[in-house]
């Protein structure tokens, strides 16, 4: 029943512009607004959701508004206001998930299944036409997702020399593949050629 009372004493000072006032009122509250934001938001959204409820109290000082007790009150703004984050969080991410999955279907209707089935076949061709060595490097470090150390130590070579082999590999598809670059991008960063 104090608090309540301090509440209240407060708040009437509050209203008269006491900015001591709304000190004391914004210690004595925010721990606990962000401690009740964080169980609906992240601790960052959280402390700022708790911030705005108490600049709001400062801005709407002169009307009467508080009905209650001002701690029910303040969560009460809190839980409003976090409801509202999570919403517009998901509004965006919802946004984000078709504007990614748009783009996803517009480049694949404009790939090819006939080019990506005829630079398969090109791109193994290629493969095989490598030197023994690089295309042992290659194969190891771009499909079996080894690192360089791993190559070169299962070889029985230095890391410069797996780099080396690699570097050569890579060039020789580059030149003999040329023509199917654009695609052969497009594929290696979705990660889905061979």
């Known amino acids: 029943m104090e608090a309540l009372h301090t509440d209240t004493l407060l708040l009437n000072r509050l209203k008269k512009g006491d900015m001591k006032a709304f000190n004391t009122l914004f210690r004595k509250y925010y721990p606990l607004l962000c401690t009740y934001g964080k169980r609906f938001v992240c601790v960052e959204s959280a402390e700022e959701i708790a911030q705005d409820a108490m600049l709001w109290l400062w801005e709407h000082r002169a009307e009467e508004i508080i009905q209650t007790s001002l701690a029910k009150y303040l969560l009460k703004v809190v839980y409003r206001k ?6 517009q969080e998901q509004i965006k991410l919802n946004a984000d998930t078709r504007f990614y999955q748009n783009i996803i279907e517009n480049v694949l209707e404009e790939v090819d299944l006939c080019a990506i089935n005829d630079l398969s076949r090109k791109l193994n061709e290629a ?3 490598l030197p023994d060595t690089y295309r042992e490097a290659f194969i190891m ?11 070169a ?9 797996v780099n080396y082999r690699i570097q050569q590999a890579l060039n020789q ?6 023509d199917y670059l654009p695609l052969l991008l497009f594929l290696c960063m979705n990660d889905e050629w061979i």
Do not use: C, P, W
């Open 127 to 129: 493969i095989h036409r």
């Open 173 to 178: 598809l580059t030149v003999e593949l040329k």
């Open 153 to 161: 130590e299962r070889l029985g070579v230095s890391v410069q020399t």
């Open 82 to 87: 976090a409801l509202n984050r999570i919403e």
């Open 141 to 151: 470090h771009r499909f079996k997702d080894m690192t360089y150390k791993e190559i």
